[in-house]
């Protein structure tokens, strides 16, 4: 079978399971979107506002469905646009293909018109880049990339070509995707020496991460729980592996986290790490993290092991492989005053609330809770917003709670609703966000109108950028440099002028009033949520410090 160039990266999408891409085209993307519009009954193609947005769309997508997220961009700003988006994949380890067009080979390296070295750009934050200037070698880079996105620790993978190799000709042959590289191999011994701490622990605390996820671990994950009777605690990236409700679900840890997380790890005498890399958000203080207990690490990636806290015991493995061969030897154990203990201490834990203030944040998110199911996608931006919303929505699935947690980048959430919402369009996506982090991402209303996507956006306005704005308070003596900008934004009158509705709440009861309504619409709606900018995300620990200096009110 004959194919162009374009043609053959059409063929590898589909041997891959690709039906969805997201991007933006341009001059040198030219025939990649002619051959898309020719595969279109079999290929869709989603037009962001942004390139970066395309990219946060792979990504969102990838995470609510659990397919690799692909993405095209044109050469130049085109590809340089899709940085950000790329290095948040690459720090969530999450599998995305992002796929470049670039100058013709004949003007590489002559500063042509839109001309960029995206793959010496994107080097740092990528798995892998492959320049691609021979059709011959079109193929198995492609092939390769998506084999390489999801081996392992999971990340994304650069594939740019020139232009003139999307016009080129060659045969192509279909073929099965590669085989996935085989996850790292442990002993025996050190499922043995896991087990043996694990049944003589009289205060164990499982704190575990992103790689529980990335590994479809959390029935295993839970199995332990019940099994060993041993509360956990989690990171931003794995809220939801354990349900709200249960008992032994400390909630969040570390600068944010809640009171009975912090204070479980401080006095355990055993904390079993999983698919997580104590980064300086959990481990504020890495001497004194966990101090009293012995330290097991459990990780896909060799590099993660000892990296930012010392441990006692590292194990290189998929964390779902090393529980599957751990579990039969887990004895019954019965933690009941220990558990009691960390109860107790969750128990303390209300919700914190600016008195002066007539709406809070958590009641917001209760009461979103409260009218949604279970299957409910939350998709974050970044800053208090992101914070309130991993302190108080009921999680279920970490699939539904959608987060930049690695890169922390605001301006995340508008596009990896769009992805999520593309990729489970039965689903109610509810898009959390703060009016700085929205400034930053609301075009992307164009793009949910088009699609006539039913997000929800919920935007928690304190006309301030709230998370530096609290730390100026708290540590930089109240000077507010850069974080009142004064802007005057009506945003139920924007989202109208790009097409979809919306709506304001000053009052719990107008909320749920509006957010009733919102529930009722066929498109994009935003709920403009007028909030103090006196409200706080605590309990919090400074960096550099422990659980002894938590500020609590």
Known sequence: ??????????????????????????????????????????????????????????????????KTGVVFATSGPGATNLVTGIATAFMDSVPVVAITANVPDSLIGRDAFQEICITGVTMPITKHTFFVNDIKDLADALRNAFRIANSGRKGPVLVDIT???????????????????????????????????????????????????????????NQLVETADIPATYTLMAAGIIGWENPKNLGLIGMHGSIAANKAVDRADLVIALGTRFSDRVALNPKKFAKKATKVQIDIDASEINKNVLVDYGVTADVREFLRALLPLIKKKDHKEWVSQATEWKRRSGDIKCQEAELHPSEIIHSVCD??????????????????AAQYLKHEKTENFITSGGLGTMGYGYGAAIGAQVGQPNKRVVHITGDGSFHMNLTEACTAVSNELPIITIIMNNQVLGMVYQWQTAFYGKRYSGTTPERKTNFPKLVEAFGGKGYSASTPQEFEEVFKKALEAKGPVWIDCAISREERVLPMIPAGKTVEDMIIG
């Open 1 to 66: 079978m004959r194919v162009t160039g374009s043609q053959l990266v059409a063929e590898i999408l589909l041997e891959h399971g690709v039906d969805t891409v997201f991007g933006y085209p341009g001059g040198t993307a030219l025939n990649l979107y002619d051959t898309l519009y020719e595969y279109r009954d079999r290929i869709r193609h989603v037009l962001a506002s942004h390139e970066q947005h395309a990219a946060h769309a792979a990504d969102g997508y990838y995470r609510a469905t659990g």
């Open 163 to 221: 232009k003139d190799v999307t016009a080129d000709i060659i045969d192509y042959k279909p073929e099965k995707p590669l085989e996935l590289k085989p996850s790292p191999k442990f002993t025996e011994k050190e499922v043995q020496d896991v087990a043996a701490m694990i049944n003589s622990a009289e205060r164990p605390v499982i704190y575990f991460g992103g790689g529980v996820a990335a590994s479809r671990a959390g029935k295993e994950l």
């Open 371 to 388: 009218l949604t199911d279970k299957e409910t996608i939350y998709v974050t931006d970044v800053g208090q917003h992101q914070m309130w």
